[in-house]
């Protein structure tokens, strides 16, 4: 198998409006003015901030933002358009997604939501003919069975330099992992799967779309790519 | 005065929706569906695609996220938190503003189509105190005025690597120019502006915002930052 790039956006605020505020008014208000149910809408804290209230581990969620940024920073690269990057990601429920590297994702926020509502309810998009993006796994557990390891960057983990670390994870086949929420830590059931976990650019808070862009880059370099 | 990275993002889609089309019933609906007039509205071509119809150059015209990400991608580096970049944009009307390094610009797109809006209107936002984004210039000529040159990415011009144009645009002060537009070229009054043109990265149509990032780190390892 050629060598290439392996990335999974981790823990992503992206959900669909979870039912038990499905009756909010806010929530009401904001679906109505786009012309869907509750239930078909992609929760964004810019909408539901107050619906959101009540909801736990609040801080992480309704962010699809980050997930969409992020990507269009790693499919629009000389890295994607060789074909020699692999991109996962992971929805606030758990499940991995695979997006194939010639997806051209909707670089409008409202349309790149829909798709998403779509990607979370039917599990694949387009629902018929070769998916572009499509679900690959349940959970990490599933998604890292094959024994192919992650490298997590975390801010807490060793100090390395990011060149060092994409080529260890490129030249060592594991996944490369980052966190697609704005703030707070990874939780203790994904930290406990990396295998190496390291914290790059001095522990910087970059947001993961920068990271994404870098480690893209730097991969491109890696591989003699652009 | 210290080395410093200085971008400006070249005619950007950026503008209110134009007097012909505010009377367009794609138009007005949409304008309505948020709450504003039509002429306080950011033309948006995910919006007013049918509108856009009969405007000149409206390939150029309704891109705002362009700019969005590109602003994003520039500002959440280290080098901005360093203070060692400048930032400037031209709207589709000519004027250039400068985004003050400091600047939290607001992630979700609505929200900066809002403040975009607010800016075009009265030259600077927020309306009173420090601003963080302001009207320099009425065009490019008289923000060129000062003699301090222009560096443009363009890709028909010179061959050369993207860390030379960089290294080269941050030691001699000339501005490093990009295009803000998904596709066409550069008007001839901005190219006969410019003092210096190359293609980089073997003139691959980059997105602009992963030019931005790219130019963003090249600068930060050129100044040792990061």
Redesign the interface.
């Known amino acids: 198998m050629a060598q290439k790039l392996r990335i999974v956006i981790l823990e992503s605020g992206l959900e669909l409006v979870p039912e038990q505020i499905r009756r909010h008014p806010q929530v009401v208000r904001t679906a109505k ?1 786009y012309g869907l149910k509750p239930g078909e809408m992609i929760l ?1 804290k ?1 909408l539901h901030y107050n619906a959101m209230f009540e909801l736990p581990q609040k801080w992480k969620r309704g962010r699809p ?2 997930l969409h ?1 992020s990507l ?2 790693i499919l ?3 890295l994607a ?1 060789e074909g020699l990057v692999e991109v996962y990601f992971q929805s606030f429920d758990g499940r991995i997604f695979q997006v194939d590297h010639t997806t051209r994702l909707p ?5 790149f939501k829909g798709l998403m509502a779509q990607l979370l309810r039917e599990g694949r998009v387009p629902p018929r003919g070769d998916p572009l993006i499509w679900e690959v796994a349940r959970g990490l557990g599933e998604f890292l069975s094959d024994g192919k390891g992650l490298i997590l960057l975390w801010e807490r983990g060793r100090d390395a330099r990011l060149e060092w670390v994409v080529a260890r994870s490129i030249y060592s086949g594991m996944m490369l992992g980052l966190g697609g929420f704005p703030r707070g830590d990874f939780k203790k059931s994904t930290l406990r799967k990396a295998r190496e976990a390291y914290k790059v ?2 522990g ?1 808070p ?2 993961a ?2 990271l994404a ?2 480690i893209v ?1 730097v991969g491109e370099w890696i591989l003699g790519v ?1």
Chains 1, 2 share one sequence.
Do not use: A, H, Q
């Not at 670089?107 to 349309?111: F, G, L, S």
């Open positions: 003015r964004d810019s933002d980050i940024v269009l920073n629009d690269s000389p358009e670089k409008n926020y409202e349309r650019m001095g910087r970059l947001k779309w920068t862009g870098r880059w652009g």
